[in-house]
T-cell receptor
Framework: EDQVTQSPEALRLQEGESSSLNCSYT??????LFWYRQDPGKGPEFLFTLYSAGEEKEKERLKATLTKKESFLHITAPKPEDSATYLCAVQAAGGTSYGKLTFGQGTILTVHP | GAGVSQSPSNKVTEKGKDVELRCDPI?????LYWYRQSLGQGLEFLIYFQGNSAPDKSGLPSDRFSAERTGGSVSTLTIQRTQQEDSAVYLC????????????FGEGSRLTVL
């Protein structure tokens, strides 16, 4: 069974204080790993796709990296508007699971001014 | 509108009643997905449509749950004989053909079963 574990559950940062969120995964074969951002009362918003170990993607203050066992979302000099829940998800290769993403529980990030 | 539209945004029902949740995907998106988000459970996959067919319905929790999609567009998720454990936010998403993992989510339908 595919599993995704995110840590920490919650993270409080001061504005400008860089940090990282962790996503550990177990999947029979990885088709892709995805990061989403979710604001309260909204649906998740796509951020990144990573396909293979060693791959990195960047967007503004966010950088996602991937190894064979985990992914990190690095946040550099965060701002209060980066406050949100960050979700990690995996898609398994093969079978009929084309449409299925397995999500972690998320990390609630709060950035104080 | 440009995004995924879901209705109703909020639904309160009594245990044992049937409910229908509607999703209108982004125009031109051939793939459509239903997920459920409950406290402490995270996002849970329910069903995936490609066009009007559902190649993966493995996440439907029981035979009380069904979904259909017509005209390659609008989808309806139906829950029969609702139970309190069905209370959750039901999220619909769509994507371009194939599967990129880049899903565009609606804002969800919050279902409360009393």
């Amino acid at each position: 069974e595919d599993q995704v574990t995110q840590s920490p559950e919650a993270l409080r940062l001061q504005e400008g204080e860089s940090s990282s969120l962790n996503c550990s995964y177990t999947v029979s074969g990885l088709r892709g790993l995805f990061w989403y951002r979710q604001d309260p009362g909204k649906g998740p918003e796509f951020l990144f796709t990573l396909y293979s170990a060693g791959e990195e993607k960047e967007k503004e203050r966010l950088k996602a990296t991937l190894t064979k066992k985990e992914s990190f979302l690095h946040i550099t000099a965060p701002k209060p508007e980066d406050s949100a829940t960050y979700l990690c998800a995996v898609q398994a290769a093969g079978g009929t699971s084309y449409g299925k993403l397995t999500f972690g529980q998320g990390t609630i990030l709060t950035v104080h001014p | 509108g440009a995004g995924v539209s879901q209705s109703p945004s909020n639904k309160v029902t009594e245990k044992g009643k049937d409910v229908e949740l509607r999703c209108d995907p982004i125009s031109g998106h051939t793939a459509l997905y239903w997920y459920r988000q409950s406290l402490g459970q995270g996002l849970e996959f329910l069903i995936y449509f490609q066009g009007n067919s559902a190649p993966d319905k493995s996440g439907l929790p029981s035979d009380r749950f069904s979904a259909e999609r017509t005209g390659g567009s609008v989808s309806t998720l139906t829950i029969q004989r609702t139970q309190q454990e069905d209370s959750a936010v039901y999220l619909c998403a769509s994507s371009l053909g194939g599967f990129t993992g880049e899903l565009f989510f609606g804002e969800g339908s919050r279902l409360t079963v009393l």
